[in-house]
């Protein structure tokens, strides 16, 4: 069935994901408005190291075009690491290859995390992962690459996927308090398989300032692709405000 013949109004998201990721979608599903669908194909990935990371995205080409076959909209490779593992600018190739293979319009976690620091005016940020010392190491040098102050990045040191999807949002709530700091205007959360998204609006209101995870960047940059306004309550002030929000307006 076209894009044209859809019942009117529906939309498809395409997300790529680690095939050992047991959380992204979930969150996926209960942030998305009822008339976008999500559809999922995977990429072999089991450890959360920069070897196994590189490999996963051997099959990228493959797993996108299985994706566009279901005639989605817009694909998203919904995975952090992935998409930042080598540095400034990789995140967008790895976009360009997916655009390439399938006619469709494409983004990854790491670019919408850049889109939504910018979009929210955030110069000087706090990291939160999953990750062991060597991958929060690159995602900071990432961060930073990309114009954003790391004030501090700490990571719960684990490199099994499974074990982080078993994780509670309570780890990822818990976390973010501790490395908080005065002078950080934002905290960032990185890890889609990491359970954030139930975290986000309570730190928000507790610590007032914004809280970003990577699955919020990456339902954000899907529905923005889609051309959709409305905000989205329940998940932080970046879905809340999905057109809106500006680093100008204060927070609230």
């Given amino acids: 069935m076209g894009t044209a013949n859809r019942q009117s109004g529906a939309r498809r998201i395409g997300l790529l994901v680690p095939s050992s990721n047991t959380t992204v979608e979930p969150e996926f599903y209960r942030a998305l408005p009822a008339h976008v669908t999500l ?6 990935l089991t450890q959360i190291t920069p070897e196994s990371i590189l490999g ?12 566009a076959s279901a005639d989605v909209d817009v694909i998203v490779l919904g995975a952090t690491a992935p998409s930042f593992l080598k540095g400034l600018g990789y995140d967008r190739e790895i976009a360009q290859r997916i655009e390439r293979s399938t006619g469709k319009r494409a983004t990854t976690t790491s670019t919408a995390l850049i889109e939504a620091i910018g979009q929210l005016g955030l110069k000087r940020v706090v990291l939160g992962s999953a990750y062991d010392e060597k991958v929060n190491a690159i995602a900071r040098a990432f961060l930073e690459a990309n114009g954003v102050t790391v004030l501090d990045a700490r990571g719960l040191g684990l490199v099994d996927n499974l074990v982080v999807g078993r994780l509670e949002d309570s780890s990822a709530y818990e976390l973010t308090r501790r490395i908080d700091r005065p002078d950080a205007d934002g905290i960032v959360l990185a890890c889609t398989n990491w359970k954030t998204m139930g975290a986000i609006e309570r730190l928000e209101q507790e610590l007032g300032k914004p809280v970003i995870s990577t699955t919020q960047v990456s339902v954000w940059a899907a529905l923005r692709l889609l051309g959709e306004e409305e905000g989205i309550a329940g998940y932080g002030r970046l879905l809340r ?5 500006t680093g100008d307006k204060q927070f609230a």
């Avoid at 559809?39 to 072999?44: F, I, P, S, T």
């Avoid at 996963?56 to 994706?67: F, H, I, T």
């Avoid at 405000?241 to 929000?245: C, G, L």
């Fill in 39 to 44: 559809h999922v194909a995977r990429l072999h």
């Fill in 56 to 67: 996963m995205v051997e099959d990228l080409e493959a797993q996108s075009r299985n994706l």
């Fill in 241 to 245: 405000e999905i057109r809106t929000v």
